[in-house]
């Protein structure tokens, strides 16, 4: 299990880059592990994106792709029809949840098959994440996703059975998120819902410590206003801009640059030993 790190605070590791590129693209490099160190800034930035994407998903389509105990609320009260101006509530819920279900399942075992901590499989997990969402913006970028916007009602998008064409991309790569949190070892920063954050951060007996003596509780404040921030943004821009199309796009645009970052940026593990076919050489 990767050790707790102080990433929010320290400020004094540098990061060794390779002497060239060639250097870089070895193939010792590119499955070498990874520490976490400084994983928990890549999670925050999902904390964001899940903002923005749920708060967009919710007031286009009544459905979230990342906080699931709202889906499964949403799934009770449509076996009574309820509310009554969404006939199609219990599809888009069952759709969310089970592809969230689906990606989370297929995340964490292909992750522990390839290895989850090594260079590419953690890159390629938020990457393809973030793909997912391009897929997404992507149908609802053209007319086959109706978009709750200043020309159509909200009423209008949700009784239309089309709209849960671009859920589960969404919800898929919400699953995998939170198992990427996990395989990060970052427990305190679930990036898809806030109620066991909030609830951790009332009984920590630390709560008021200074800035530098607990880090778990910085990590916790800090996943609350990023995800607060990416709802006030997804909301601003569904008000006064592009709407969810933008928004979408915007929340892939931050997952790939994840992507790019952990791939380029975090660091390996001093002493990983040869890799399977390599020599000692």
């Not at 449509?78 to 759709?95: D, E, G, H, K």
């Amino acid at each position: 299990m990767p050790k707790d790190t102080t990433a929010l605070t320290d400020t004094s590791h540098k990061i060794n880059f390779p002497r060239s590129p060639s250097a870089f693209f070895t193939r010792r490099n590119l499955f070498s592990p990874l520490t976490n160190k400084h994983g928990d800034y890549a999670l925050l930035a999902c904390s964001f994106v899940t903002g923005l994407l749920d708060c967009s998903t919710f007031n286009n389509w009544s459905v979230f792709v990342g906080m699931q105990t709202g889906n499964t609320v949403i799934l009770c009260l449509s076996s009574a029809r309820l509310p009554a101006s969404q006939p199609f509530a219990w599809a888009a819920t069952l759709i969310s949840l089970g592809s969230f279900l689906v990606g989370a399942f297929v995340t964490f075992r292909i992750s522990m098959w390839l290895g989850p901590m090594r260079r590419s499989v953690l890159a390629g997990n938020f990457i393809f994440q973030g793909l997912m969402v391009v897929l997404a913006a992507g149908l609802t970028s053209t007319d086959l996703i109706p978009k709750d916007n200043l020309t159509i009602h909200a009423d209008t998008v949700v009784s239309t059975i089309t709209f849960v064409g671009a859920l589960p991309p969404l919800a898929f790569q919400s699953g995998g998120q939170i198992i990427t949190s996990r395989l990060l070892a970052y427990n305190e920063l679930p990036v898809n819902v806030l109620t066991s954050t909030y609830a951790d951060l009332m009984g920590d007996k630390d709560l008021f410590a200074g800035v530098t003596k607990n880090i778990k509780r910085n990590r916790r404040l800090a996943a609350v206003f990023w995800l607060l921030v990416g709802a006030f943004v997804a909301t601003w821009m569904m008000k006064k801009g592009p709407g969810i199309v933008g928004t979408l796009w915007l929340g892939a645009g931050v997952k790939l640059a994840v992507g790019v970052v952990v791939f380029f940026l975090m660091e390996s593990k001093e002493d990983i030993g040869p890799l399977k076919g390599e020599g000692l050489a």
